[in-house]
């Protein structure tokens, strides 16, 4: 039986100095882009450590080799419905998430390796156009969150 995912999650916007923020698309479902996003693994997962364990499962990038404010927790959360075709994850009856939301400064030079069984491709894109490509609208309003931060 397969394990069923909590229905907590982190979504971690990982993003450059110069605004570029990294999207992936999906291997499940061609052409939706989105941010590294991940359940936890345990009710009792420390959300910045899931964090950056779905950021090195999914695009490679070690959290622990970085600046070490190098990940921060924007202290947003939201709960959406999960999409029906998803539902069969859970346990039966869960129809919401509740997502915590991060953001991962990297330096320019930062190599991808996205996880194949995830993921088929990444782009690094000025924040306002990521924003609007993430198929989710609470992934393009955490980018528009971030950048509307660092502007204050």
Not at 32 to 54: C, H, K, M, P, Y
Not at 81 to 97: M, S
Not at 113 to 120: F, G
Not at 129 to 147: H, R, Y
Request: a negative charge.
């Amino acid at each position: 039986m397969p394990i069923l995912k909590i229905p907590i999650s982190v979504l971690v916007v990982i993003y450059k100095l110069n605004g570029d923020v990294l999207l992936i698309e999906r291997a499940d479902r061609n052409n939706f882009w989105q941010s590294v996003t991940g359940s936890l693994d345990a009710l009792n997962e420390d959300l910045a450590l899931a964090a950056a364990r779905e950021v090195f499962e999914e695009t490679g990038i070690a959290v622990d080799q970085l600046a070490m404010d190098a990940l921060r927790n924007m202290h947003h959360q939201i709960e959406y419905e999960i999409y029906p075709d998803w539902r069969f994850r859970y346990a039966p009856g869960v129809t919401k998430n509740t997502e915590h939301w991060f953001a991962l400064q990297v330096p320019d030079d930062t190599p991808v390796k996205l996880s194949p069984r995830e993921h088929v491709a990444y782009q690094w894109l000025p924040f306002a156009e990521a924003a609007k490509k993430c198929f989710s609208p609470s992934n393009g309003e955490a980018i528009l969150k971030l950048f509307s931060e660092n502007k204050e």
